[in-house]
């Protein structure tokens, strides 16, 4: 199993959690509603990242799992950047 160093651990969950919460509360407010798709989008580029490592490290499962979990961000991106 590949490991990754704490320090790039502690950044990617810092940036998904972020993502996250990009995602959701500017959409719900109202307030500068067009962060969404900026977020959908990162953490999409964050997540395809884990699938290359999820691919190379040979998990399938998780290989697919990320994999479907970009597809649904660029879905959110498209969908919420659309007037």
């Known amino acids: 199993m590949t490991m990754?160093?704490?320090s790039v651990?502690?950044?990617l969950g810092a940036a998904e959690t972020l993502s996250a919460i990009g995602l959701v509360l500017p959409w719900?407010?109202?307030i500068l509603p067009w962060?969404?798709?900026?977020?959908?989008?990162?953490?999409g580029f964050i997540m395809l990242g884990a699938s290359g490592f999820h691919l190379r490290a040979r998990e399938d499962?998780?290989?697919?799992?990320t994999g479907l979990q970009v597809a649904l961000l660029l879905f959110i991106a498209f969908g919420r950047s659309m007037p």
């Open 28 to 30: 719900a407010t109202g």
């Open 4 to 6: 990754l160093p704490r």
């Open 35 to 43: 962060l969404t798709p900026l977020a959908a989008f990162g953490c």
């Open 9 to 11: 651990r502690y950044f």
């Open 61 to 65: 499962l998780m290989t697919i799992v």
